[in-house]
């Protein structure tokens, strides 16, 4: 591998590497790149450029700036790959937040350094609307998108490694979790019982299910019969187009069991619904929206959304979103004794480790429960054990005295002595000697 170094002017040098042949027209290939510094500074640039090529890492430059290929990433892969809703959500990110920060970047100059004055600039500077810096958990978002597209950018060989992955991923703030306290439910429910909205917050309450779940979830998905609900399907607005979809994850597709109350809350609600499709001249199916307008078009997301808050306002409760609504019906499951593994399969989750992160604040209530039960088994266990062997000790005790009183008796089944065959001195043997004498 060859590769020179001439000096152009003062301060300023060019280097010159083979890159090897084109495959076409068989002519040699070199790779020009200028160097401001000193001599040492283009040494070591040429050094590392002879490296990248030995190991094939080489890559020819181009003169695309980051801003360009992320929106080219956008338009060929994301359009692709990517659920309409997730492209809407890198396109936010990339054109607020990333491009601003690092657009005009050369691609093949961007480094890690640059990624993290960007993260640090942004998790101190204030937001596009002027109400704050950006949270953690959006500002690590950026990150795990930065790191996705360019290491899109190196499998199609337009980058030599990811910058990304030479970072730690910005932590995320530790929130309190919001939740409904039990004695809390039936306060909400009272007060959204005087709502068209009522049997859907109960479901999300008794069930766990998503806000798109639940809108998305139709008639022949529920069996009021076995109390079961099967979710297929999960439904989201975005510009305007109401979308349903299947669920993300296979882990999301799951059937729940349902308790009797809300099974007979879902019977009574069926029951409401054909009685309205009747007078529209309209028969339910199955293929009827569970929670739907009178007309059986689906309900506005951000409508449910809004009249959970107006009912929250009004029970006088603490502020909760409406996803919250899940995190208390696993806070509660958690706390009445039900394993993480079945919360974990009610909810949906990819795997218990992200129920047991999720849902730490539980755990230590958990673990003291559990540390009292196992003290209570085995003082149980100890308790029955000492009765136990005080029964015995009494048993074997009561067998030693026996044992005692009954070796004092005569043996019945042994002959009576015979008399001496000479008489003691001043005794004589008396005569009629019998058995009974013995016990007499």
Not at 237 to 259: F, H, N, W
Request: glycine letters at 8%.
């Amino acid at each position: 591998m060859k590769g020179s170094i001439r000096q152009r002017t003062k301060g300023s040098w060019e280097i010159c590497i083979d890159i090897g042949k084109n495959p076409a027209t068989g002519k040699r290939l070199r790779h020009f790149e200028s160097i401001k510094g000193r001599k040492a500074d283009a040494q070591k640039r040429l050094a590392e450029l002879l490296v990248s090529v030995e190991q094939g890492a080489y890559v020819k430059p181009t003169r695309f700036t980051v801003a360009q290929f992320l929106e080219e990433w956008l338009q060929s892969h994301v359009a692709l790959n990517c659920s309409p809703r997730t492209r809407v959500s890198y396109e936010m990110i990339i054109r607020r937040h990333i491009v601003p920060e690092l657009g005009n970047i050369p691609l093949n100059q961007l480094e890690p350094r640059h990624l993290q004055t960007f993260y640090s600039r942004k998790k101190a500077d204030a937001r596009v609307n002027g109400k704050g810096p950006l949270s953690a958990r959006t500002v690590r978002y950026c990150h795990s998108l930065l790191r996705e597209a360019l290491g899109h950018a190196v499998k199609m060989g337009s980058l030599g490694r990811n910058v990304a992955q030479a970072i730690e991923a910005p932590r995320l703030d530790h929130k309190v979790m919001s939740t409904l306290a039990a004695e809390d439910v039936p306060v909400f429910l009272g007060v959204a019982k005087g709502t068209p909205y009522y049997v859907l917050f109960y479901t999300l309450l008794y069930t766990g299910m998503r806000r798109g779940e639940a809108l998305a979830l139709k008639w022949r998905n529920v069996d009021l019969d076995l109390a079961q609900i099967y979710i297929v399907e999960t439904a989201y607005k975005l510009r305007g187009a109401y979308i349903v979809k299947e669920p993300k994850t296979q882990q999301s597709r799951r059937l729940i069991d349902i308790p009797p109350s809300l099974a007979l809350a879902l019977r009574q609600h069926r029951i409401e619904q054909e009685k309205q499709q009747v007078l529209l001249g309209r028969i339910l199916t199955g293929d009827d929206f569970v929670f739907a307008r009178p007309d059986g078009t689906p309900l506005d997301p951000a409508t449910v959304s809004h009249a959970f808050r107006k009912i929250i306002c009004k029970a006088g409760l603490p502020h909760v979103r409406l996803h919250d609504l899940r995190h208390t019906f696993a806070t509660i499951m958690l706390q009445s004794g039900v394993h993480p593994r079945v919360v974990q399969g009610m909810l949906g989750h990819s795997s218990i480790r992200v129920t047991l992160d999720t849902y730490s604040h539980v755990v230590p209530g958990l673990q003291k429960a559990a540390a009292q039960n196992f003290d209570d088994f085995i003082s149980a266990r100890g308790s029955r054990g000492s009765d136990k062997a005080n029964a015995d000790g009494m048993s074997a005790k009561c067998r030693q005295e026996d044992s005692e009183q009954i070796s004092g008796w005569p043996d019945l089944n042994r002959r009576p002595p015979e008399p001496h065959s000479g008489a003691l001195p001043g005794c004589a043997t008396p005569r009629g000697f019998a058995l009974g004498n013995m016990l007499s």
